[in-house]
Nanobody, 129 residues
Framework: VQLVESGGGLVQAGGSLKLSCTVS????????VGWFRQAPGKEYEGVAC????????FYANSAKGRFTISTYNAGNSGHLEKNNLKPEDTGSYLC???????????????????????WGQGTQVAVSS
């Protein structure tokens, strides 16, 4: 499984960024892709997730109303559009897939890192005040 993230950068508070994630290397119609933030010295924090199979989305409370997750390019790529950015949004943003029918299971936690096995390298986002 390969993942490539892009779109990070430095932005002032109140600004916007659009992150992209392309996933490949697996063959399944059922999968989801999550975005996580890792601030320095902290654990992965789930930000948003989209289940490509049916388009259902999941957001952390901190992301609701400001971030939008979407798909494009026949479903193997997606965006995380981030508006009204705040300094606390600073960190490395990683995308990760969950592959297979487990994305519909009762144990699937779309915003919990424990549900994910494969991780991208991350793209850095810095928000200045």
């Amino acid at each position: 499984v390969q993942l490539v993230e892009s779109g990070g950068g430095l932005v002032q508070a109140g600004g916007s960024l659009k992150l992209s994630c392309t996933v490949s290397g697996f063959d399944s119609d059922d999968y989801a892709v999550g975005w996580f933030r890792q601030a320095p010295g902290k654990e992965y924090e789930g930000v948003a997730c989209i289940r490509f199979t049916d388009g259902n989305t999941f957001y952390a409370n901190s992301a609701k109303g400001r971030f939008t997750i979407s798909t494009y390019n026949a479903g193997n790529s997606g965006h995380l559009e981030k508006n009204n950015l705040k300094p606390e949004d600073t960190g490395s943003y990683l995308c990760a897939p969950v592959i297979g029918s487990q994305v519909f299971g009762d144990q699937f936690r779309p915003l919990s890192a424990i549900s994910y096995k494969f991780w991208g390298q991350g793209t850095q986002v810095a928000v200045s005040s």
